[in-house]
């Protein structure tokens, strides 16, 4: 009968217009946030720092309290850090015993030993250009089999995190439209190899320039990586004049954290997610690629 056709006309159409939009959504363009985890994160027992990855990154904890919100419309990932130079993947150096290597633990895109990392001393820091070439090499990856909106890619880190994404900006300028970091610093290091580059302040201020935005939030009362340290009183002091940096203080209230030593800045980022999001949809990357 004519209804029934009109029926089944209307439902095949109807069927095949979602089916549409289900492949143009499965297409369509999203942000990107790279998240960058803190040293407390770094193990060698990979599940069990898989775990902890899963309660720092920001879009896995909002998931996992069952809010939804414009962190929805982003692709996230928060790649894992090696545990030392030892680690599978990276290249050992001329010279340097397995021994050594494995007193030397990773911390993003420097190494060094751990008793030094607690003294905050990165005198004998040296660049870890293995760990660079992996996070680049996934960046790139994800870029290419993902619908990323490559003019939409965001930075973010906390603490060791922090410094991780001011760096990975430094090494892509060409890439995030913004870069947030949370109790973060920036250490001068040295190259691994003779004659290679190291971590420099000046470098990483040129190299940024061209970026959106540079935010930086950090509580005043960090006892961990605290104002007066020349990793993050030069970093503010260099980069806090530039057009493009906005510096925002934390309060103490937000910042104390569980173990009261005010560096959880990480905490501004969950409690005001949509804000945290929707300034970073703000800024976009002028050019292509």
């Known amino acids: 009968s004519s209804s029934s056709l009109s029926s089944n006309w209307t439902g095949a159409t109807n069927t095949a217009i979602a089916e549409r939009a289900d492949r143009e959504e499965a297409h369509r ?3 990107l ?9 770094t193990g060698s027992a990979f599940e069990k720092m ?3 990855v899963a309660k720092e990154a920001p879009q896995s904890v909002l998931a ?5 919100g414009i962190w929805d419309t982003f692709i996230g990932i ?3 850090c090696p545990s030392n130079l030892s680690s599978p993947g990276l290249v050992m150096q001329k010279g340097e015993s397995t021994k050594a290597l494995r007193r030397k633990r990773v911390y993003w895109f420097k190494a060094c030993e751990s008793a030094a990392y607690e003294r905050w001393d990165f005198a004998q820091a040296s660049r870890c250009s293995e760990v660079e070439a992996l996070v680049i090499e996934l960046l790139a990856h994800i870029c290419k089999v993902w619908p990323v909106d490559v003019n939409r890619v965001y930075f973010v880190g906390s603490s060791c995190g922090g410094y991780a994404a001011l760096r990975l900006a430094e090494l892509l300028p060409q890439l995030p439209a913004a870069v947030v970091s949370l109790a973060g610093y920036y250490p001068a290091t040295l190259g691994r190899e003779p004659n290679a580059e190291g971590h420099d302040l000046m470098s990483l201020v040129g190299k940024l320039q061209g970026l959106p935005m540079v935010w930086l939030l950090h509580c005043e009362q960090d006892r961990v990586c605290k104002v007066g340290y020349p ?3 030069e970093l503010f002091a ?3 004049s530039k057009e493009h940096v906005q510096i925002e203080w934390v309060s103490s209230q937000v910042a104390k954290g569980s173990s009261a030593n005010y560096h959880s800045s990480w905490n501004y980022m969950m409690q005001k997610p949509d804000h945290f999001f929707a300034t970073l949809l703000r800024y976009a990357h002028p050019g292509p690629l």
Request: aromatic share 4%; with cysteine; proline share 7%.
């Open 29 to 31: 363009k999203r942000p």
């Open 33 to 41: 946030l790279v998240y960058l985890h803190s040293a407390g994160t």
């Open 50 to 52: 898989l775990q902890a």
């Open 64 to 68: 996992g309290r069952g809010l939804l």
């Open 78 to 80: 928060a790649p894992c």
């Open 231 to 233: 990793c993050v009183s």
């Open 238 to 240: 260099t980069l806090g």
